[in-house]
C-alpha cells in the first residue's frame, strides 16, 4: 500500500492512503503540540486492533456475542534496550464459553497479521527518487533469479520471462503496482491482489498452483483490463476526455444521432440487431457513450472483427459495458494464448450458467483419474483436513465443453460454494477451478457461503448470474448435489498447441451456431483479445439496454455534480425526474452517476432516497421529506451517524409540521439526545438556512473529488499512450 505523507505546522504529519487520512504529532514534552498520537503510538495500537479484529472474525463466525470480551495490550520495555519489547496481549472471556472456542480465541489472535510481520522482521529499503508520482517501479517482491525459467502448460514462454515484460509494460504507462496480499492456506492454491498503487479501484487478483503462476495471473489479467478499459467501465472520463479527438481507442467511430432517434446506419450487422433489437424498441439515444456523456457526438462504436469472414462490425461502446462486464478478455504472451484463455473463460461462464440455471447434476471426476494430478489432491485434502468436503466434477455436459467444477461444502455453516474453470486439458481446467474457489480467500471467508435451495426461481432469476460471474458466491441449487446425474464422466481432452486449442474453441462456438467478434490490442505491448459471442457471452440480460442502461447518468450526472447552485425550478425538476424514473431508492448516487466520492464522506454514502431527501428539504417541502426520512429509517443500513442524523431529523419535522408544537420548546433535549452539532445541521436544513448538509461542492470539472480525479489520472496515462502509439494529440 503507498502511504504519502505531508509535513504539516510544527512537528505535526499526515499520512494519506487509499481514501483515509491520519494525523500524528508528538508530545508536547518533545517540542510537539500533542493534538494526535505519536506515530509509534498508532505502531502500537494497530497490534492491538489487529488482534482483536482476528477474535471478532472468529466469533462472528461461530455467532458468539462479543459484548463481554475484553482485550487489552501493554508494551513491556527493556531497561538496557528500548527497541527490545515485549508485546503482552491479553483477552478476558465469559464463563460461558467452552474450551474449544477459549482456544480456537487465543489461535485467531496469534494469526495477527501485524504481529506475524514484526515477528517475522520487514526490511527496510530507503532511496531518493526526482518525483514520487513518475517513480513507476513495479512495487513487486520475489523478483525470478537471473536465467530461471518455469513453463507451464498454456503458455508460450516462461513465467519468469512474462512477469518482466509484463511489470515493464505498466512502469512504461507510469503506473506502480503493488502486491497488497498474498493468500496460500492449502498446498499449491495461490492467489493475490494487486492494484494501482496510486489509484487502488484499479486492481485484479490472480491465481495458479504456485505464486509465480497466480502473479503472472494477476499482472496479465490487469493489462487484460487496462487494453479493454475495464477498471473504468460506466466511470465519468470528464469533460477534457469527452471532448478529446478519441474518448476510448483512436480508430473509434462515431455515428450521429438520427431525428428519430433510430439506429444509425453501419452501427452493428443483421445478425447482432436480430439480437439486440428483436422488437424494435431499441433507439439510438439509448447507445449514447456512458463515459463521455457527450451527446453531441452521437454514438461512440469500437471495430470488431467477425471471426467467420474477417468482416469488420461496428459494437456500442454503451452495448459492451453494458451487457459483457469482463467477459471474454485476456492477455497472453501470444495472440494464439490469450485467444484460448479468452475463449476458456467464456465456455466456462456459459456452461456455468446452464449447469445452474438448469439445476443439472454433475458426474464425480473419478479418484483413479484424479489421482493423476497429485498437487491438485493435495489441495483437496487441505481443505477436507480442514473440514471442508470437496467434490470434484465433470462439467463438460457429456466432453461437449472443455469445463471442470470444484464444489465446497461447510457443514458448520450449511454453505455451498461452486467454482467452476475452463481450459482444454482437463488438469488445467481442474485447477483453474480450485484456484478460483480459494482466490483471496481465508478458512474464515467460507463461513459466508449461501445455503443451497430447492427454490427453482432463486436459481434462475439473472441477478444471481451476477453473482456467480463476479465471485461465484450465487445460490446452487440442491438438485445439484444429486447422486443421480444428468450426463455420464467423459474424459476429454482438448489439448494441443495453443493455435490448435484456438481453432477447436472457436469450432464448437461455430458448431453451436454463434457468431464471434474479436478486437486485438497491441499498443500497450502485450496481445489482448476481446471476444464477443452474441446471445452467449453476455453477463446481463438484453433488455438492461433499454431498461436499466449505464447511461440513464447522463439524465442525472449534471445537476448532482452542480446541485449547489441549481434554482429551486431546477431542483424541482430534478426530484421530479428522480421520482418519475422508478430508481431503486436505496441505490447509491456513485452508481447513478459514474462518479467516485470518498466512502467516508455524505456523498460516498449518499443515495437517491437521500438525495431526494435534501431536495424536498430544500425546497421547504416538509411534508414529503419526512414521508421520506420514515421510510429511510424504515429500510436503511447507513452509518451510526447518518442514522442518528435522520432520527434527529424525524423529530425536527414531526414538531415543525405539528400545529400545536413549538421547536423551542423541544431544542434543549434535542440538543442533548442528538449533539448539538448533529441538531444545527437538522434545524438549518429544515428551516432553509443550510442546503444539502455533508455535500461538499463540486461540478463538472469534478473539483474537489480525489478519489474520482487518481482514477482518471490513472485512465489519463492510458490515454496518452494510446495517443503517442498512433501519432495523435490528447
Known amino acids: 500500500m503507498e502511504i504519502k505523507v505531508n509535513f504539516l505546522d510544527n512537528l505535526r504529519l499526515e499520512a494519506k492512503f487509499d481514501d483515509f487520512t491520519v494525523i500524528t504529532d508528538q508530545p508536547i514534552r518533545y517540542k ?23 477474535v471478532k472474525v472468529y ?41 474449544k472456542d477459549r482456544q480456537g480465541i487465543l489461535r485467531s489472535i496469534d494469526r495477527c497479521t501485524v504481529k506475524k510481520v514484526v515477528q ?18 513495479a512495487l513487486l517482491i520475489g523478483k525470478p533469479a537471473d536465467g530461471q525459467e518455469t513453463y507451464i502448460v498454456g503458455k508460450d514462454a516462461p513465467l519468469e520471462q512474462t512477469i518482466q515484460k509484463m511489470t515493464g509494460i505498466l512502469a512504461d504507462l507510469g503506473m506502480k503496482i503493488e502486491i497488497a496480499s498474498w493468500r496460500n492456506i492449502v498446498p499449491n492454491v495461490w492467489s493475490l ?7 487502488p479501484m484499479c486492481f485484479t487478483n490472480g491465481k495458479g498452483a504456485t505464486k509465480e503462476a497466480a502473479l503472472c495471473s494477476a499482472l496479465g489479467e490487469f493489462i487484460e483490463r487496462l487494453s479493454c478499459n475495464f477498471f473504468y467501465n460506466d466511470q465519468f472520463f470528464g469533460q477534457d476526455i469527452a471532448n478529446a479527438p478519441f474518448v476510448h ?5 462515431w455515428f450521429p444521432l438520427t431525428e428519430d432517434d433510430s439506429l444509425p446506419d453501419g452501427l452493428l450487422d443483421e445478425h447482432c440487431l436480430a439480437i439486440y433489437n428483436p422488437d424494435g424498441e431499441l433507439c439510438g439515444s439509448h447507445l449514447i457513450d456512458t463515459n463521455s456523456g457527450n451527446i453531441d457526438r452521437g454514438i461512440c462504436a469500437l471495430p470488431y472483427v467477425r471471426v467467420s469472414d474477417g468482416e469488420t462490425v461496428y459494437f456500442p461502446s454503451n452495448l459492451i459495458e453494458n451487457l459483457y462486464l469482463s467477459n471474454g478478455m485476456s492477455a497472453g504472451n501470444t495472440l494464439p494464448e490469450a485467444q484460448v484463455q479468452c475463449l476458456s473463460e467464456i465456455f466456462e461462464r456459459a456452461v456455468k450458467r446452464e449447469i445452474i440455471e438448469q439445476e443439472l447434476a454433475l458426474p464425480d471426476v473419478p479418484a483413479d483419474v484424479l489421482a493423476k494430478y497429485p498437487k491438485i489432491v493435495a489441495g483437496i485434502q487441505g481443505l477436507e483436513a480442514q473440514g471442508f468436503p470437496v467434490l470434484v466434477k465433470d462439467a463438460s455436459l457429456g466432453g461437449r465443453f472443455p469445463v471442470a467444477c470444484v464444489t465446497l461444502m461447510n457443514p458448520r455453516t450449511g454453505g455451498v460454494f461452486a467454482s467452476f474453470g475452463a481450459h482444454p486439458t482437463m488438469e488445467v481446467a481442474i485447477e483453474r477451478s480450485l484456484t478460483e ?28 448470474f451476477v453473482e456467480h460471474f463476479i465471485d461465484s458466491t450465487g445460490v446452487v441449487s440442491w438438485r445439484f448435489f444429486s447422486n443421480k446425474s444428468d450426463y455420464t464422466f467423459v474424459p476429454w481432452d482438448f489439448s494441443g498447441s495453443n493455435q490448435e486449442e484456438a481453432d477447436t474453441l472457436f469450432n464448437i462456438l461455430e458448431d453451436l451456431g454463434k457468431e464471434v467478434y474479436m478486437a486485438v490490442h497491441t499498443d500497450l505491448g502485450a496481445p489482448v483479445c476481446r471476444i464477443l459471442v452474441p446471445d452467449y457471452s453476455e453477463v446481463y440480460p438484453v433488455e438492461d439496454l433499454i431498461w436499466d442502461n449505464t447511461n440513464k447518468a447522463l439524465d442525472f450526472r449534471e445537476d448532482i455534480l452542480n446541485i449547489h447552485r441549481l434554482s429551486e425550478d431546477e431542483l424541482a425538476e430534478l426530484v421530479e425526474r428522480l421520482e418519475e424514473s422508478q430508481l431503486d431508492a436505496y441505490s447509491d448516487i456513485i452508481t447513478l452517476i459514474g462518479v467516485e466520492f470518498d466512502e467516508n464522506t455524505v456523498w460516498g454514502q449518499l443515495t437517491i432516497l437521500e438525495l431526494k431527501i435534501m431536495i424536498y428539504l430544500a425546497l421547504g417541502q416538509h411534508a414529503q421529506a419526512l414521508e421520506l426520512v420514515e421510510e429511510f429509517l ?60 455533508g455535500l461538499t461542492e463540486t461540478d463538472m470539472q469534478l473539483t474537489g473529488l480525489e478519489k474520482h480525479q487518481r482514477l482518471l489520472d490513472s485512465y489519463q496515462k492510458l490515454h496518452a499512450a494510446r495517443a503517442r502509439k498512433a501519432g495523435m494529440a490528447t
Open 193 to 199: 491482489h494487486v492494484r494501482d498503487a496510486a489509484s
Open 59 to 99: 466469533c462472528n463466525s461461530r455467532d458468539i456475542p462479543t459484548d463481554n470480551i475484553r482485550l487489552s495490550q501493554n508494551n513491556i520495555v527493556d531497561p538496557e534496550n528500548r527497541y527490545n519489547q515485549i508485546f503482552k496481549i491479553q483477552v478476558e472471556l465469559p464463563e460461558d464459553i467452552s474450551e
Open 32 to 54: 510537539g503540540d500533542g493534538s494526535a498520537p505519536s506515530p509509534f503510538d498508532y505502531f502500537l495500537a494497530s497490534s492491538a486492533l489487529c488482534a482483536a479484529y482476528f
Open 120 to 137: 517475522t522482521g520487514p526490511e527496510f529499503q530507503l532511496e531518493v527518487v526526482e518525483n514520487l508520482d513518475e517513480d513507476a517501479q
Open 437 to 464: 474457489l480459494l482466490q483471496g480467500r481465508s478458512f474464515e471467508g467460507l463461513n459466508d457461503l449461501p445455503l443451497p435451495t430447492f427454490n427453482s426461481m432463486a436459481v434462475s432469476e439473472p441477478n444471481n
Open 249 to 253: 481507442y483512436p480508430d473509434e467511430r
Open 634 to 693: 424504515q429500510y436503511n443500513d447507513n452509518t451510526v451517524a447518518r442514522n442518528l442524523f435522520y432520527r434527529a431529523m424525524s423529530a425536527v419535522l414531526e414538531v415543525t409540521l405539528s400545529d400545536d408544537l413549538a421547536l423551542e420548546d423541544f431544542i434543549e433535549n434535542f440538543e442533548r439526545m442528538y449533539g448539538t452539532d448533529t441538531m444545527a445541521s437538522v434545524v438549518g436544513s429544515v428551516q432553509g438556512t443550510e442546503r444539502f448538509p
